[in-house]
């Protein structure tokens, strides 16, 4: 069974600083997405990693896939509070000859940037 | 291109009641997935469909069930309602035949409360 861990859970950080939040998962794939979720909202497609060595940059946030290693990375460069949300990632495996895909995501990651 | 849409936004259930979620996924896209998000589980996979049929199905007892319609439009049922099926569900669809990506697309959820 896929399993998805994030860390950390829960970050506090400064206006202006760099930080990682890491996205280890237990089964081979080279398809894993980032999503940002806002208190009480959906779910917002950040980056899509389809391959080993993906890397995506969107403004401050850049994200990386290492298939072999089965870690994705999602780098926040010189935080904004506009970055405060949930952000997740989630891993894709296939479920059927149609190309269907089922996410299974990680816990999560809760990030407080403070002015 | 309209987006995925979800009907109730908000339902208050009680227990032992039944309630039917509604969803409608991007024109053109044949796949449709659910999940439930609560705090205490995370965001899990309930099941997907595409072309009418379930492909696959999450560790969800029987009482979660769902159909999919010829317009792609998906229906979720939950019968005899328990307290701890309150959450956000959400839905997404997706094009498996988008095999670049495939990317899954959330509706805006239903929050569903069981008193």
């Known amino acids: 069974e896929l399993k998805v861990e994030q860390n950390p859970l829960f970050l506090s950080m400064q206006e202006g600083k760099n930080y990682t939040i890491y996205c280890n998962y237990s089964?081979?794939?080279?398809?894993l997405y980032w999503y940002r979720q806002d208190p009480g909202k959906s779910l917002e497609s950040l980056f899509v990693?389809?391959?080993?060595?993906a890397v995506k940059q969107e403004g401050r946030l850049m994200a990386s896939l290492d298939t072999k290693a089965r870690l994705s990375t999602l780098h926040i460069t010189a935080a904004v509070h506009d970055l405060s949300a949930t952000y997740f990632c989630?891993?894709?495996?296939?479920?059927?000859?149609?190309?269907?895909?089922?996410?299974?995501f990680g816990t999560g990651t809760r990030l407080t940037i403070i002015p | 291109k309209a987006g995925v849409t979800q009907t109730p936004r908000y339902l208050i259930k009680t227990r032992g009641q039944q309630v039917t979620l509604s969803c409608s996924p991007i024109?053109?896209?044949?796949?449709v997935s659910w999940y439930q998000q609560t705090p205490g589980q995370g965001l899990q996979f309930l099941f997907e469909?595409?072309?009418?049929?379930?492909?696959n199905k999450g560790n969800f007892p029987g009482r979660f069930s769902g159909r999919q319609f010829s317009n792609s439009r998906s229906e979720m049922n939950v019968s005899t309602l328990e307290l701890g099926d309150s959450a956000l569900y959400l839905c997404?669809?997706?094009?498996?035949?988008?095999?670049?990506?495939?990317?899954?697309?959330f509706g805006p959820g239903t929050r569903l409360t069981v008193l």
């Open positions: 990693l389809l391959s080993n060595g």
């Open positions: 997404a669809s997706s094009s498996p035949a988008d095999k670049i990506s495939n990317e899954q697309f």
């Open positions: 469909y595409f072309s009418e049929t379930q492909r």
């Open positions: 989630a891993v894709a495996l296939p479920i059927s000859n149609f190309g269907n895909e089922k996410l299974t």
């Open positions: 024109s053109g896209h044949r796949s």
């Open positions: 089964t081979t794939s080279d398809r």
